[in-house]
T-cell receptor, first 113, second 114 residues
Framework: NAGVTQTPKFQVLKTGQSMTLQCAQDMNHEYMSWYRQDPGMGLRLIHYSVGAGITDQGEVPNGYNVSRSTTEDFPLRLLSAAPSQTSVYFC????????????FGDGTRLSIL | GNSVTQMEGPVTLSEEAFLTINCTYTATGYPSLFWYVQYPGEGLQLLLKATKADDKGSNKGFEATYRKETTSFHLEKGSVQVSDSAVYFCALSDSGGSNYKLTFGKGTLLTVNP
């Protein structure tokens, strides 16, 4: 019963490097989202997807790229890492319907030096 | 736009004390309301939810009632335990079905001492 799986759990990057945070869900959920969590800020939406091949920007999309080629996977790409992107990143999935909760992964803690 | 305001923490209580964490929201229509809990080093877990006015969500001794007249969804527990120490987030999804973009409060850190 895996749910939402995120890899890696921890990562340290240098400024300017690129990397991909992986997210996979096995619940056949249509919707998937990426959030970042910063101290005192709660969770802020980066990008989201309402189905394979469909993505859109959230509140803080700059510096990030996403794609969704399958229902299960929704990777988040950092194009050129900056110290301001140091954060904890959470992937979430849900089925359609405003009363359906999102299910979260355990997060990726990312540090940019 | 939508917004959620929850009481600033941190909140420190002794075991068996009564807990209230206030949450108010701004949204058009009839949003669904959620409380999530985050234990140290883990992701967010759904604690309870309410999807229409006057609904009461409950789980693990926690309760919250959807009050449309006061736009509130306060979290309560009658007797907290050390194991309840965590960060609690109030969140909403709007009535348009866009539950892929929850709006979260900033979180309240609860510490329960033995």
């Amino acid at each position: 019963n895996a749910g939402v799986t995120q890899t890696p759990k921890f990562q340290v990057l240098k400024t300017g490097q690129s990397m991909t945070l992986q997210c996979a869900q096995d619940m056949n959920h249509e919707y998937m989202s990426w959030y970042r969590q910063d101290p005192g800020m709660g969770l802020r939406l980066i990008h989201y997807s309402v189905g394979a091949g469909i993505t859109d920007q959230g509140e803080v999309p700059n510096g990030y790229n996403v794609s969704r080629s399958t229902t299960e996977d929704f990777p988040l790409r950092l194009l050129s890492a900056a110290p301001s992107q140091t954060s904890v990143y959470f992937c979430a999935s849900s089925s359609r319907g405003s009363n359906q909760p999102q299910h979260f992964g355990d997060g990726t803690r990312l540090s940019i030096l | 736009g939508n917004s959620v305001t929850q009481m600033e923490g941190p909140v420190t209580l002794s075991e068996e004390a009564f807990l209230t964490i206030n949450c108010t929201y701004t949204a058009t229509g009839y949003p669904s309301l959620f409380w999530y809990v985050q234990y140290p080093g883990e992701g967010l877990q759904l604690l309870l939810k309410a999807t229409k006015a006057d609904d009461k969500g409950s789980n693990k001794g926690f309760e919250a009632t959807y009050r449309k007249e006061t736009t509130s969804f306060h979290l309560e527990k009658g007797s907290v335990q050390v194991s309840d120490s965590a960060v609690y987030f109030c969140a909403l999804s709007d009535s348009g079905g866009s539950n892929y973009k929850l709006t979260f409060g900033k979180g309240t850190l609860l510490t329960v001492n033995p």
